[in-house]
């Protein structure tokens, strides 16, 4: 098992600019993931470097990773990965656990003002079965805000809702990156990508294209044009 | 993170599978539980023999005669008799270590009183072997003197036994007479019940008297004149008693007149003797049950780590996602680490609120004696308390060295 050496990422050069909203696109085995993984210091590259917020990842240790994650990345997934049977507040305090720095107090009003941010300030208590997918993914958007990231990586974070939920989920990043938030989007469906500033396109571990989104889309307006009732 | 919160973390956990958790802590429960509860009844068995052989007086020192050779065949302990009064008289006047020395004449036969009999045995002895040997309180009436030894008076104490069956409409005896065989007898006084010696044998079931009066009136054989059937004495102390019994044998070989080569025409047997050989069986007896309930306390552990291994198995994801916002391999081991715990001593605290009920409940419905001590529950809480370290920490060290990416896929 995987003794083979895959080089799923080859030569991949390119700087993620504070403010950005960049979509990383690309088919199955493009090396996507990869990529993502590297980015959120769960992974190290074999070669090269990754300068996240100039700190060398690729020279840290387990649990340095660990405490990078925590202090300067935030996670969306695709599958919201929330803890079941968990209010959505304690899902949001969750990354503040981890982070020793800070008190009970704080790390709850700091859930609440992120769980207030992505509109759900009324279901605070609320645990994830009692919640639609749009809003499970709005928890985890507070969850990976709550501890105030340099950057938000979100994996297929619309691949599991329907095109009017996910419109909403982009205008909330659209909003959030209006906000001064740094995004990195990893995502196949290029009306996701067109909402974001700029597109990186890979195939097979290189970089296709690189190219700033001329036209780009609000999610909102989008949102808007859709029917208010849909018959079906 | 902090402790509240790990507690927090692991409270939660158990919360969501409540039966799961419970089930497991059974293990712990029964292991803990039995560990005091036979732990308890093995103690309490201890005691109970200790306190009845301690009854029969523990300084006490028994001397019967020995087998002996006569003509070259040996003969039965009890058809010979090779004490005399000279031998008490030597004891009484030579053994320091020796507070009391009494001669016991027995006769068994028949006491009546008026158309009620029962059989029982007569003991004549000294006053001494009352407060002193026995230590066994008169109830009613008083003991007998040594002038009524000297005068062999015809005078008794009575036994609860005999009473209950010679007196069955109650009333005390005291100072009626009674007739044993056919000597008439003063009844002064009555015996404090003692209930049944270890052996099982009814120790009220007794006419205590004085010596001479059964020597001479009972037993009035040539005899009997001459020899006496046991010697009873009482050694200073209890840490005395196998001085005591060593300056016996010397006494007695001495005044025995035997050679160096001669076996004891005598045999010398303390309560400490029986005492130790009580003990030592319910000591193992204790031991016993401890190792069975610490096996079970063992397949609990067992328990506990087969249940935290499908724990974080099923947990996969979650361990994943922590471990992506930034929980450090040893957050997730501690967090493991505090629900095994949490657990195993909830598990424990339970266990010994039920050890020592069902302890309780023993000595209750069975009338078992039985005795909850400290370190049974000081043990067996730290040993449980360490099973949950043990059981719980490979788990926990499996969950804390997955891989994030890995855990974030699991399906």
Not at chain 1, 32 to 47: H, I, Q
Not at chain 2, 58 to 85: E, H, W
Request: glycine content about 8%.
């Amino acid at each position: 098992m995987g003794s083979e050496i895959v080089h799923a990422l080859r030569g991949v050069t390119f700087d993620v600019v504070a403010g950005e909203f960049l979509t990383i696109m690309g088919s199955s085995g493009s090396g996507k993931t990869t990529l993502l993984n590297t980015l959120g210091c769960l992974d190290k590259p074999s070669d090269g470097t990754y300068l996240l917020d100039g700190v060398d990842v690729g020279k840290l240790g387990r649990n340095e990773l660990a405490k990078l994650r925590n202090n300067k990345i935030g996670f969306v997934f695709q599958a919201y990965n929330l803890l079941p049977r968990t209010s959505a507040l304690e899902n949001v305090e969750l990354p503040l656990l981890y982070n020793p720095a800070l008190s009970t107090k704080e790390r709850r009003e700091r859930a609440i003002k992120c769980l207030e941010a992505v509109s759900l300030g009324d279901r605070l208590d609320h645990t994830p079965s009692q919640l639609s997918g749009g809003q499970q993914q709005r928890v985890a958007i507070a969850r990976a805000l709550v501890n105030e990231p340099v950057m938000i990586l979100a994996d297929e974070a619309t691949g599991n809702l329907d095109s009017r939920t996910s419109y909403s989920i982009m205008a909330l990043f659209q909003e959030l990156n209006s906000q001064g938030k740094t995004i990195v989007f990893v995502t196949h469906e290029p009306d996701i990508a067109s909402f974001s500033s700029r597109t990186i396109m890979l195939r097979d571990g290189k970089v296709m294209k690189d190219s700033l989104n001329e036209g780009r889309k609000s999610a909102r307006e989008m949102l808007d044009a859709l029917p208010k009732t849909e018959d079906y | 993170m902090s402790l509240f919160n790990l507690l927090r973390i692991a409270l939660r956990a158990l919360q969501r599978n409540k039966l799961r958790a419970f089930l497991t802590m059974l293990g712990i429960i029964i292991g803990v539980a039995s560990v005091i509860a036979m732990v308890a009844i093995g103690q309490g068995s201890k005691q109970s023999i200790q306190s009845q052989l301690s009854g029969m007086g523990s300084n006490m020192i028994i001397i019967r005669p020995n087998s002996n050779v006569s003509a070259g065949a040996r003969l039965d302990a009890t058809s010979v008799q090779t004490l005399t009064l000279d031998d008490v008289k030597a004891l009484q006047r030579q053994a320091p270590d020796l507070s009391a020395v009494s001669p016991m004449a027995n006769a068994k036969g028949q006491a009546i009183y008026g158309n009620n009999n029962w059989p029982t045995t007569i003991q004549g002895v000294q006053p001494n072997y009352l407060t002193t040997i026995r230590q066994w309180p008169v109830q009613d009436g008083v003991a007998f003197t040594d002038r009524d030894v000297q005068t062999q008076s015809k005078v008794c104490l009575l036994g609860q036994t005999v009473i209950t069956n010679l007196f069955p409409t109650g009333g005390s005896p005291v100072g009626k007479y009674i007739r044993f065989g056919n000597v008439p007898m003063l009844v002064i006084g009555t015996l404090a019940p003692k209930g049944e010696s270890a052996f099982g044998q009814d120790q009220d079931d007794v006419i205590i008297a004085p010596f001479t009066t059964v020597q001479r009136r009972i037993l009035s054989s040539a005899n009997s004149t001459i020899f006496v059937q046991n010697i009873y004495a009482s050694a200073i102390n209890e840490t005395r008693t196998t001085a005591a019994s060593d300056e016996i044998s010397n006494i007695l070989r001495t005044t025995h007149r035997l050679k160096p080569s001669d076996e004891d025409d005598f045999a010398v047997r303390t309560m400490q003797e029986l005492i130790n050989t009580f003990s030592s069986t319910s000591q193992l007896l204790t031991v016993l049950l401890a190792v069975i309930a610490g096996i079970s306390l063992l397949v609990g552990g067992i328990g506990i780590m087969n249940i935290m291994y499908v724990s974080v198995t099923e947990r996969t994801r979650e361990i994943g996602l922590r471990m992506s916002i930034g929980a450090r391999g040893v957050d997730i081991l501690l967090q493991f680490l505090t629900e095994a715990i949490l657990i195993s001593l909830t598990g424990g605290v339970l266990g010994v609120i039920l050890g020592i009920s069902s302890a309780w409940l023993v000595t209750f419905f069975l009338k078992w004696p039985t005795l909850v001590t400290e370190p049974s529950i000081v043990l067996s809480f730290l040993v449980c308390a360490i099973t949950g370290v043990f059981f719980g920490y490979y788990p926990a060290q499996k969950a804390s060295r997955l891989d994030p990416i890995e855990a974030l896929r699991y399906e």
